[in-house]
């Protein structure tokens, strides 16, 4: 027994202790500590003249332990406390929330009056020296990807000191992409000396090809002539070429670019367009109002997000089945109440969605005022994925991209393998004949009226996290949406699919040409004249459903 409590107190109370305790700044030793309190101290009342020289010193003193106090310092968020001059980070979150945290462990703080807080100042040359700063650190002591990171960091800001320590850093260097990207750094400085010719060879060899905005400017530079014009013939071609190469790698990245916006800008148009397909394919309605839906569905997320505002991150799954009930709903009792009235007379069908749009577009004014609500983003949404320098892929955008694949391939599930799904090709094909083998055709209108609208208020969802949330989000899309079904083919999901990529590509790769209004113009007569040729759309219906 004895034993037992003296293997509790030796190591597990000690273990339970380090993992309560917040992590501290690893200081080297207690004077380095005593001066670094002494510096922290100085930095609350340093004028600018003083700051570089003083975050110089703080650098050396803390080493990476300060990198969280610099960087909130460089991001305009380090406060301090009048009386007692203790630091803090000061951040607003959404909704005006105001949090206080502490500058090494970020651990939030209580009893803190954030009104009184006062802010260390900041100009702009205290934040290129707070850049290099932090650079620096991560160069020696950060990990792989930021050892990267800082080196590009450099690339602008090729000093005398900078060049000392990237090659300091070069000689002990394992990581092959952060030794390229610090060789690529050395070599411009190569270009800007009067270095000998081979190694200027050599410097342009290293920077052929590379997409590095710096490099890409280092070399214009030199070639345009109006700037420092490269008198060596040998090495002006050697520089000549490596513009080529990296020009003609922009261009196709560029290219890549346009066609991911295309395909994000189809993605909408699927979701937008696939619930409009699905009851313009059965019902021959022309539904005016399922722009509406889209908006319900928008609206919907907004609301769930004032509902959980702790809970931002989770907020999205809560409002996609939300959203896919509410606009569900709704539209199930359009159809229940007003259209299932109007069989057959598709004219004065579009007149009455028309007129319940603008009902739904006016409740909306009266509930929510008519000014645009902002939808935050999840975390796990925002940001980009930086491929290159040249390309990058933002993450709502590819999510979407995503999500709207899947909900396509579960609304094709449904449609072959389900009951439901049988019954709607049986009413589009043949209304009567399914009428009197006893399906329900008034019920199968209600649901697939109810599903199309529910798609779209999941599209909603989706476009809230793209744009604004406004009343006339809806009509933005609904003419697009039935220049996409119209296009791929009434009622079919796989010309809906190509049709709406079709056209989100057509309509990005235009824009750069002819603008963003003429590029909508462009295509919508192409489809007028399309029609003329293939008034059935891409992919025809066949069978009894053509009569």
């Given at each position: 027994m004895r034993t037992l409590l003296l293997l509790i107190c030796c190591f597990v109370l000690p273990m339970a202790a380090a993992q309560q305790a917040p992590e501290k700044p690893q200081i080297t030793s207690d004077s380095n500590q005593a001066e670094l309190?002494?510096?922290?101290?100085?930095?609350?009342?340093?004028?600018?003249?003083?700051?570089?020289?003083?975050?110089?010193?703080?650098?050396?003193?803390?080493?990476?332990?300060?990198?969280?106090?610099l960087t909130a310092l460089q991001d305009g968020e380090l406060y301090y406390q009048p009386d007692t001059r203790e630091l803090v980070v000061r951040q607003e979150s959404g909704g005006g929330r105001v949090t206080v945290s502490d500058v090494f462990t970020g651990n939030t703080l209580d009893g803190f009056?954030?009104?009184?807080?006062?802010?260390?100042p900041i100009n702009n040359r205290l934040r290129a020296v707070l850049q290099a700063t932090i650079a620096r650190i991560l160069l020696f002591q950060g990990t792989?990807?930021?050892?990267?990171q800082a080196a590009r960091t450099m690339l602008s800001d090729l000093d005398e000191d900078n060049l000392v320590v990237l090659n300091e850093a070069i000689a002990n260097e394992q990581v092959a992409a952060v030794a390229d990207m610090i060789n690529v750094a050395l070599a411009m400085n190569v270009l800007v000396t009067d270095a000998p010719q081979a190694e200027r060879l050599a410097a342009v060899a290293t920077l052929h090809g590379n997409l590095?905005?710096?490099?890409?400017n280092l070399l214009r530079s030199f070639l345009d002539e109006l700037g420092r014009n490269e008198q060596d013939p040998e090495v002006r071609a050697a520089m000549v070429s490596a513009m080529a190469s990296i020009e003609r790698k922009v261009r196709f990245y560029e290219l890549m670019e346009q066609a991911f916006y295309g395909l994000s800008l189809g993605s909408v148009l699927l979701l937008a367009a696939i619930g409009l397909a699905v009851?313009?394919?059965?019902?021959?309605?022309?539904?005016?109002?399922?722009?509406?839906?889209?908006?319900?569905?928008?609206?919907?997320?907004?609301?769930?997000?004032?509902?959980?505002?702790?809970?931002?991150?989770?907020?999205l799954w809560v409002a996609i089945p939300a959203a896919f009930m509410v606009s569900g709903l709704v539209g199930m009792f359009i159809q229940r109440f007003v259209i299932r009235y109007l069989n057959g007379r598709p004219l004065e069908t579009l007149l009455a969605t028309f007129g319940i749009s603008l009902i739904l577009q006016q409740a909306v004014r009266t509930i929510f005022s008519p000014l645009n609500r902002r939808v935050v983003s999840p975390d796990w949404m925002s940001g980009a994925w930086d491929i290159n320098p040249v390309l990058s892929l933002t993450n709502n955008r590819l999510f979407i991209l995503l999500f709207s694949i899947i909900v396509f391939v579960i609304l094709l599930w449904i449609l072959r393998k389900t009951s439901l799904g049988l019954q709607v090709r049986a009413v589009s094909q043949n209304r009567d004949m399914a009428k009197a083998m006893g399906i329900r055709t008034d019920w199968v209108d209600a649901m697939t009226f109810g599903l199309g609208s529910g798609i779209a208020g999941i599209a909603g969802v989706a476009l809230s996290q793209l744009t604004n949330v406004g009343p006339n989000l809806g009509q933005d899309y609904i003419i697009d949406s039935f220049m996409v079904v119209v296009f791929g083919g009434v009622g079919?999901?796989?010309?809906?699919?190509?049709?709406?990529?079709?056209?989100?590509?057509?309509?990005?790769?235009?824009?750069?040409?002819?603008?963003?209004?003429?590029?909508?113009?462009?295509?919508?007569?192409?489809?007028?004249?399309?029609?003329?040729?293939?008034?059935?759309?891409?992919?025809?219906?066949?069978?009894?459903?053509?009569?």
């Open positions: 309190s002494s510096l922290l101290l100085e930095l609350t009342q340093a004028n600018f003249r003083r700051m570089p020289e003083l975050v110089t010193e703080i650098e050396q003193a803390g080493g990476r332990a300060v990198l969280p106090l009056d954030t009104a009184a807080l006062e802010r260390v792989d990807a930021e050892r990267e590095q905005g710096p490099v890409r009851t313009f394919g059965v019902m021959g309605v022309i539904n005016m109002a399922h722009g509406e839906m889209l908006m319900l569905g928008a609206y919907t997320t907004y609301v769930v997000q004032i509902l959980m505002p702790e809970f931002i991150n989770y907020s079919n999901l796989w010309g809906t699919l190509v049709g709406a990529f079709s056209l989100g590509l057509a309509n990005k790769f235009m824009e750069p040409m002819t603008g963003a209004v003429l590029a909508k113009i462009i295509t919508l007569v192409f489809i007028i004249l399309f029609i003329q040729v293939r008034p059935k759309g891409l992919f025809p219906q066949k069978g009894r459903a053509v009569e």
